[in-house]
């Protein structure tokens, strides 16, 4: 007997009552909240994201549930991928489950990745988040008890099981051929992944000193499907971090970066940085000192500081990202402060105007932290700086009179420093994250 679980009874009912296979892991968690009897309605799905998370829930009192579903030999259907959905996609952000295939499919349905899915009351962001983790370490917990998991899916055919596989997944082994049939064929695994860690045989038979299988040694069909397995698992750390943007505010030699965790309407501040791309004001100060030189050696000055300014702020920017993806974020749009947009004159009247010369500086750095992010994978978006203001506020939804409430809240939570350069630089994320939200990036 296998289905949801009916109103006024607990999974542990259900079981008791004959149910060998329980679908939906919200029944399983709706285990712990007795009060919770009608489940006919919105209820069996809003209070498991908003009491998931609970310190009280679980252990020590999953263990006769536990200890139940293994006695009477149950299996599961949690179908993560739908409570994923519904615990982490917002409004006006990419849903979760389908950041990967968006692209390739019609607007219609990409539009509609963007609707977020269960209501958000004030407060409540975080409370989500906390069940989504809480539910993914409870079926954990009931995998490593002995507990059958199943990947079934109750969402869109075919693209959601692939994303039901990649959460469900733990440990996988790809074998180049078929046990079933012939079990001389368990000597042949190409690539097992155990704890999120990757294990290639045929490596681990080169570092013994042995000599792999001769179907390990050739390049075939079964190393690609291995590297689509691992490339798998990378897909589906991704997919579970919080999206980031970051906000920059340049000056001449370095820039002011704050990275903006999202949705833009509930943004915090997770990094803060210093970003120097010139040793001394001097060395950053390439049209100033050009207008020292004779024209050709200014330049070739110019040409080649750019060319350094940009490796350093793409090196900086990389470590940035790194560190950002081991605290489980994921950097996914920039907006950078920018100028008027007015079109530059040639070189040999730059250097002749200390106003353009001051213009071409701010410029170059602008253009180097976007060709910099765009070398790490990170959209950038310029804003005029005229037009920072109204459209941070469109971004978060707010009167333009608000902003600067908002901004002094965000200071105060996220510490020092907090002055202009700060300021400016988290208005560009708020307004990159916004865009990011609507498909304009």
């Known amino acids: 007997m296998s289905g949801h679980i009916p109103a006024g009874l607990t999974a542990s009912d259900a079981v008791k009552l004959g149910y060998d296979e329980i679908q939906h892991a919200n029944f399983l968690v709706l285990n712990f909240m007795p009060d919770v009897k009608e489940t006919r309605t919105p209820a069996r799905f809003t209070e498991p994201a908003r009491r998931t998370g609970d310190p009280h829930l679980g252990s020590p009192r999953s263990a006769p549930v536990i200890q139940l579903l293994r006695d009477r030999h149950v299996t599961l259907d949690p179908t993560l991928s739908v409570f994923e959905s519904m615990f982490l996609d917002r409004p006006g952000v990419m849903a979760v489950g389908f950041r990967t295939v968006a692209d390739r499919l019609p607007v219609q349905i990409r539009r509609g990745f963007l609707a977020g899915n269960l209501p958000m009351p004030p407060g409540m962001?975080?409370?989500?988040?906390a069940s989504w983790k809480k539910m993914l370490a409870f079926i954990q917990e009931l995998y490593l008890a002995g507990i059958p998991i199943e990947a079934g899916t109750d969402s869109m055919a075919g693209f959601s099981l692939h994303r039901e596989l990649e959460i469900d997944a733990d440990d996988v082994v790809l074998i180049d051929g078929d046990p079933a049939a012939r079990i001389f064929d368990v000597r042949k695994a190409v690539v097992t992944v155990k704890?999120?860690?990757?294990?290639?045989?045929?490596?681990l038979y080169r570092r013994a000193g042995r000599e792999a299988l001769s179907a390990l040694r050739a390049v075939s069909f079964s190393d690609r499907v291995a590297e689509?397995?691992?490339s798998m698992f990378a897909s589906a750390r991704l997919m579970a971090m919080k999206p980031v943007a970051l906000g920059m505010k340049s000056h001449i030699g370095w820039t002011a970066v704050v990275a903006l965790a999202g949705p833009a309407?509930?943004?915090?501040?997770?990094?803060k940085r210093r970003i120097d791309m010139a040793t001394t004001f001097d060395e950053g100060a390439v049209y100033h000192k050009g207008q020292e030189l004779p024209f050709d050696r200014a330049e070739a000055l110019i040409r080649s500081s750019e060319e350094k300014f940009e490796r350093t702020a793409r090196k900086a920017l990389?470590?940035?990202v790194a560190e950002l993806q081991a605290a489980g974020c994921e950097v996914v749009a920039s907006g950078l402060v920018s100028g008027d947009g007015k079109a530059l004159p040639p070189l040999a009247s730059i250097l002749r105007s200390h106003a353009l010369v001051h213009a071409a500086e701010g410029e170059l750095y602008r253009?180097?932290?976007i060709r910099a992010c765009e070398a790490c994978g990170i959209r950038a978006l310029a804003i005029p700086a005229k037009e920072i203001e109204l459209r941070a506020a469109g971004a978060l939804g707010i009167a333009p009179a608000r902003l600067a409430a908002r901004l002094a809240e965000l200071g105060k939570r996220s510490g020092r420093p907090w002055a202009r350069d700060q300021k400016e630089s988290a208005l560009a994320g708020w307004i990159a994250l916004g865009a990011l939200a609507c498909g304009r990036t």
């Open 125 to 129: 962001d975080e409370k989500y988040r």
């Open 195 to 203: 704890d999120g860690l990757v294990y290639r045989p045929a490596e």
């Open 228 to 230: 689509g397995v691992v």
């Open 265 to 271: 309407a509930s943004a915090e501040v997770v990094a």
């Open 318 to 320: 990389s470590t940035l």
């Open 367 to 369: 253009r180097v932290l």
